[in-house]
């Protein structure tokens, strides 16, 4: 009898838990109101029924969908406050920078707060009588152990400002819309100001889908609806690439693009949209400039969003989210990005070429590229994605960007999958959007493995590219894969003395901003291992007086002295530095650097056979 009460009383309390898991959760209220958007502040309400029982504890993200750095969003969150709903208020507690706990308090509770946003990007929020830019883990608070209710957002203010609401958030009715859990909504970038759309659809499997292309700018309807009438071809060669569309939620995608001078240049991803910003004047003139970002992006809508990495999923709000697979999820896409825009006639072959050129120098001329494998430098997002740091870091020898490592590693995999196995990349993409991404399957690297396995019916193959040059440091050989397409790999300044660079292009101090140092010469701000001057003992910091007996007050002048000399020969170095004066020896090489040339404008024959191998890779796939 014992044992059965015990267990009639263990299935009677799972009866009632389950019970309550059924019972349909009310959703999470958010409203935000620009009362004072002149200076760049909203006031924001979320009213919590049903509300936990026991202390709940409210937060903001400190990372944000798509980007992999932390980024302290707290310090733009002021004012908070708790109540019920009957005015009375609720004991908050701040107990981290940017986590409050809430006391004793009744069925439904309700936060507010003010934020600030004055940074238009792809990860904060700006807010101005112009529009409101809204990044969501940097707009809006959220509760913890909530994340699986549905939410629901009002935005308020609309015709104060004359905005609209752009956005992939469900339209609820009026100013209202949703998303079904937290997640969603961290992925959903709102622009609410009085943009231009220009809209189109494209048959995806017999079902079309609605693209948006949404445009806050100074421009005409009539700029827009040109701009559209390009990011459509661009899409449909995104499409060809993987055979369809992806599904969108709701039927449809949507462009948010911001574009003002004094906008942070960025685009950012998201499931069933993405927030391009663009500091320009107007989209009229730039785009070309544009197409880049857009491209890039909308490839993601397949690669990364929806073929996703284990490691990002779920995507962890309160820390950097860390994975070894971004030169596949960035890499690959910056690859693609480019050259669907040469495949869709926006780029020519020899404007391509610059493209192909960054790609293998980033790769082969590197001190990271050379040290480090790409799942290494996968890895050191968390640090190198738009994080926040005061302090100087060694990036320029330790670190090489995965969007440009993996980039290559892309180029090299395409051209052997068509010069060795008579496949090519597009048809490993194809496998891999149908065996993960089509499927929500998030992969690990041996999935990708298996999937190239796959494509070539060459195990061995795939093994051996994944161990020497993914989690390896061996590189493929650009200058046999580059002639198979009838493209010269050759030295860009051959017979040119070279020092090696001694700036990014200006004198810049440890955060960033122009060093001055008067009149006494030039401060080396960046020193990069294997080159003469690095090799000569010189450092970040460093103040060069003197080269080779003249004055040197900026870059060029010393460039300049270096230009007059030959490859061998030695430049007498003064500099000062804290441990007082010295001189050094800098002997110059030939500069490294590399670019890719067609034969014809090297002035070599190309075979029928080469031409053909570069039409079948950069021509249009989108059937007429």
Same mark, same amino acid.
């Given at each position: 009898?014992?044992?059965?009460?015990?267990?009639?009383?263990?299935?009677?309390?799972?009866?009632?838990?389950?019970?309550?898991?059924?019972?349909?959760?009310?959703?999470?209220?958010?409203?935000?109101?620009?009362?004072?958007?002149? +200076?760049?502040?909203?006031?924001?309400?979320?009213?919590?029924?049903?509300?936990?029982?026991?202390?709940?504890?409210?937060?903001?993200?400190?990372?944000?969908?798509?980007? &992999?750095?932390?980024?302290?969003?707290?310090?733009?969150? &002021?004012?908070?406050?708790?109540?019920?709903?009957?005015?009375?208020?609720?004991?908050?507690?701040?107990?981290?920078?940017?986590? &409050?706990?809430?006391?004793?308090? %009744?069925?439904?509770?309700?936060?507010?707060?003010?934020?600030?946003?004055?940074?238009?990007?792809?990860?904060?929020?700006?807010?101005?009588?112009?529009?409101? +830019?809204?990044?969501?883990?940097?707009?809006?608070?959220?509760?913890?152990?909530?994340?699986?209710?549905?939410?629901?957002?009002?935005?308020?203010?609309?015709?104060?400002?004359?905005?609209?609401?752009?956005?992939?958030?469900?339209?609820?009715?009026?100013?209202?819309?949703?998303?079904?859990?937290?997640?969603?909504?961290?992925?959903? /970038?709102?622009?609410?100001?009085?943009?231009?759309?220009?809209?189109?659809?494209?048959?995806?499997?017999?079902?079309?889908?609605?693209?948006?292309?949404?445009? +806050?700018?100074?421009?005409?309807?009539?700029?827009?609806?040109?701009?559209?009438?390009?990011?459509?071809?661009?899409?449909?060669?995104?499409?060809?690439?993987?055979?369809?569309?992806?599904?969108?939620?709701?039927?449809?995608?949507?462009?948010?693009?911001?574009?003002?001078?004094?906008?942070?240049?960025?685009?950012?991803?998201?499931?069933?949209?993405?927030?391009?910003?663009?500091?320009?004047?107007?989209?009229?003139?730039?785009?070309?400039?544009?197409?880049?970002?857009?491209?890039?992006?909308?490839?993601?809508?397949?690669?990364?969003?929806?073929?996703?990495?284990?490691?990002?999923?779920?995507?962890?709000?309160?820390?950097?989210?860390?994975?070894? #697979?971004?030169?596949?999820?960035?890499?690959?896409?910056?690859?693609?990005?480019?050259?669907?825009? #040469?495949?869709?006639?926006?780029?020519?072959?020899?404007?391509?070429?610059?493209?192909?050129?960054?790609?293998?120098?980033?790769?082969?001329?590197?001190?990271?590229?050379?040290?480090?494998?790409?799942?290494?430098?996968?890895?050191?997002?968390?640090?190198?994605?738009?994080?926040?740091?005061?302090?100087?870091?060694?990036?320029?020898?330790?670190?090489?960007?995965?969007?440009?490592? %993996?980039?290559?590693?892309?180029?090299?995999?395409?051209?052997?999958?068509?010069? #060795?196995?008579?496949?090519?990349?597009?048809?490993?993409?194809?496998?891999?959007?149908?065996?993960?991404?089509?499927?929500?399957?998030?992969?690990?690297?041996?999935?990708?493995?298996?999937?190239?396995?796959?494509?070539?019916?060459? /195990?061995?193959?795939?093994?051996?590219?994944?161990?020497?040059?993914?989690?390896?440091? #061996?590189?493929?050989?650009?200058?046999?894969?580059?002639?198979?397409?009838?493209?010269?790999?050759?030295?860009?300044?051959?017979?040119?003395?070279?020092?090696?660079?001694?700036?990014?292009?200006?004198?810049?101090?440890?955060?960033?901003?122009?060093?001055?140092?008067?009149?006494?010469?030039?401060?080396?701000?960046?020193?990069?291992?294997?080159?003469?001057?690095?090799?000569?003992?010189?450092?970040?910091?460093?103040?060069?007086?003197?080269?080779?007996?003249?004055?040197?007050?900026?870059?060029?002048?010393?460039?300049?002295?270096?230009?007059?000399?030959?490859?061998?020969?030695?430049?007498?170095?003064?500099?000062?530095?804290?441990?007082?004066? +010295?001189?050094?020896?800098?002997?110059?090489?030939?500069?490294?650097?590399?670019?890719?040339?067609?034969?014809?404008?090297?002035?070599?024959?190309?075979?029928?056979?080469?031409?053909?191998?570069?039409?079948?890779?950069?021509?249009?796939?989108?059937?007429?």
């Amino acid at each position: 009898m014992k044992k059965f009460y015990l267990l009639a009383t263990a299935l009677l309390f799972a009866a009632c838990s389950f019970a309550q898991v059924d019972k349909p959760q009310k959703a999470i209220f958010y409203s935000i109101s620009f009362p004072n958007a002149a +200076h760049h502040e909203a006031e924001i309400v979320i009213t919590v029924p049903q509300a936990p029982s026991g202390v709940i504890r409210v937060r903001m993200s400190r990372s944000s969908a798509g980007r &992999y750095a932390t980024h302290e969003f707290g310090k733009n969150v &002021y004012n908070v406050k708790a109540e019920n709903v009957d005015g009375s208020p609720i004991e908050l507690k701040q107990v981290e920078g940017d986590l &409050y706990e809430l006391g004793d308090h %009744g069925a439904t509770v309700k936060i507010s707060y003010t934020l600030f946003g004055n940074w238009t990007d792809g990860t904060y929020t700006g807010i101005d009588p112009s529009h409101a +830019h809204l990044n969501m883990p940097a707009t809006f608070m959220w509760v913890v152990g909530q994340d699986k209710r549905p939410l629901r957002f009002e935005f308020n203010d609309l015709d104060k400002y004359g905005w609209k609401v752009a956005t992939q958030l469900k339209h609820e009715g009026d100013n209202v819309y949703s998303a079904p859990n937290m997640q969603y909504m961290m992925d959903s /970038p709102t622009e609410l100001s009085a943009y231009k759309v220009s809209s189109w659809e494209v048959n995806n499997n017999g079902k079309n889908e609605k693209i948006n292309l949404s445009i +806050h700018s100074d421009d005409s309807q009539t700029v827009i609806d040109n701009f559209a009438k390009q990011v459509q071809r661009m899409v449909l060669e995104e499409k060809a690439i993987f055979g369809e569309l992806p599904t969108y939620d709701y039927g449809e995608y949507t462009f948010l693009d911001d574009v003002y001078p004094t906008n942070s240049g960025d685009g950012m991803e998201h499931r069933n949209s993405t927030c391009i910003v663009q500091p320009v004047a107007k989209v009229e003139g730039y785009e070309s400039r544009l197409l880049g970002t857009f491209s890039h992006e909308y490839f993601h809508s397949w690669n990364v969003k929806r073929i996703r990495p284990k490691s990002l999923e779920p995507f962890n709000f309160e820390h950097a989210d860390m994975s070894s #697979e971004l030169w596949f999820a960035e890499g690959f896409t910056q690859y693609y990005g480019e050259l669907v825009l #040469e495949r869709a006639g926006f780029r020519t072959v020899d404007e391509y070429t610059h493209t192909l050129s960054g790609l293998i120098n980033q790769i082969l001329n590197t001190p990271g590229a050379a040290k480090y494998p790409a799942t290494q430098m996968s890895r050191y997002s968390v640090f190198a994605d738009a994080g926040v740091s005061i302090d100087p870091n060694n990036q320029a020898n330790m670190f090489t960007s995965y969007y440009t490592y %993996g980039g290559a590693i892309a180029l090299a995999l395409d051209l052997r999958l068509r010069s #060795e196995f008579n496949t090519t990349l597009d048809d490993f993409m194809r496998t891999v959007w149908l065996n993960r991404g089509k499927v929500m399957k998030p992969y690990v690297i041996a999935d990708l493995q298996s999937d190239l396995a796959k494509v070539t019916n060459n /195990p061995k193959f795939a093994a051996d590219f994944f161990n020497k040059y993914i989690y390896g440091v #061996e590189k493929n050989n650009y200058e046999a894969l580059m002639a198979k397409a009838g493209l010269l790999l050759q030295k860009a300044q051959p017979g040119k003395a070279w020092a090696g660079p001694l700036s990014y292009g200006r004198n810049r101090g440890r955060s960033g901003e122009a060093r001055t140092t008067g009149d006494e010469g030039l401060a080396v701000s960046v020193s990069i291992e294997g080159t003469p001057i690095y090799k000569a003992g010189l450092d970040v910091g460093d103040i060069i007086l003197k080269a080779d007996g003249k004055d040197v007050k900026d870059a060029q002048a010393f460039n300049d002295i270096v230009a007059g000399k030959k490859i061998g020969d030695k430049i007498a170095v003064n500099y000062r530095n804290r441990t007082g004066d +010295h001189e050094t020896t800098v002997t110059l090489e030939e500069n490294p650097a590399l670019e890719v040339v067609t034969f014809e404008k090297a002035g070599k024959n190309i075979t029928k056979e080469q031409t053909d191998f570069r039409n079948n890779w950069l021509s249009t796939k989108v059937k007429p």
